[in-house]
T-cell receptor
Framework: AQSVTQLDSQVPVFEEAPVELRCNYS??????LFWYVQYPNQGLQLLLK??????LVKGINGFEAEFNKSQTSFHLRKPSVHISDTAEYFC?????????FGSGTRLSIRP | DTEVTQTPKHLVMGMTNKKSLKCEQH?????MYWYKQKAKKPPELMFV???????INESVPSRFSPECPNSSLLNLHLHALQPEDSALYLC???????????FGPGTRLTVL
């Protein structure tokens, strides 16, 4: 069975500092991996996805993630965060027409 | 048109009411989904429709009744709900043969 673990439930960071949100997955087959962002009182927005090819994936709003098969990780990074990045971030893996979400990481930006 | 829309944005209903949530997409996606999301939790899958047929029901209580009248529209009919059913209900869709899901803004449901 596939599963996703987000190691940090909350990540506080100062504005303009870099950030990394960690995600590990378990799967016995090839995986498709996703990061979604949920701003307060909104739905989920796709940030980026890894389906195949280059292991470094660039997404919207300056985010990127690196697929690491040996470490079964798909960490999300941004070199310089902004107040508007305050949101809940979900890592996810697809499995048989379903998406399995991690528990989420709340990113809070301090001015 | 590159979005999933949901109506209403907010809904308050009593335990004896009947109401419906609506989801629409015009992207040619052939799979549509209903999720339930409680506060500070990830979305939980409820139903999957593939080519207008129900393909997955995650053991959802019968007081929730999905309907897919056509390839662009997905409804969720609600009847005799409980206060614990209060949540954000999200709709999503995905293109044929693809795993990427695109989400709507959700309907915030409160059951009194």
């Amino acid at each position: 069975a596939q599963s996703v673990t987000q190691l940090d439930s909350q990540v506080p960071v100062f504005e303009e500092a870099p950030v990394e949100l960690r995600c590990n997955y378990s799967s016995s087959v090839s995986v498709y991996l996703f990061w979604y962002v949920q701003y307060p009182n909104q739905g989920l927005q796709l940030l980026l996805k890894y389906l195949s090819g280059s292991t470094l994936v660039k997404g919207i709003n300056g985010f990127e993630a690196e697929f690491n098969k040996s470490q079964t990780s798909f960490h999300l990074r941004k070199p310089s965060v902004h107040i508007s990045d305050t949101a809940e971030y979900f890592c996810a893996v697809s499995s048989a027409s379903k998406i399995i979400f991690g528990s989420g990481t709340r990113l809070s930006i301090r001015p | 048109d590159t979005e999933v829309t949901q109506t209403p944005k907010h809904l308050v209903m009593g335990m004896t009411n009947k109401k419906s949530l609506k989801c629409e997409q015009h992207m040619g996606h052939r799979a549509m989904y209903w999720y339930k999301q409680k506060a500070k939790k990830p979305p939980e899958l409820m139903f999957v429709y593939s080519y207008e047929k129900l393909s997955i029901n995650e053991s959802v209580p019968s007081r929730f009744s999905p309907e897919c009248p056509n390839s662009s529209l997905l409804n969720l009919h609600l009847h005799a709900l409980q206060p614990e059913d209060s949540a954000l209900y999200l709709c999503a869709s995905s293109p044929p043969g693809a795993d990427t899901q695109y989400f709507g803004p959700g309907t915030r449901l409160t059951v009194l």
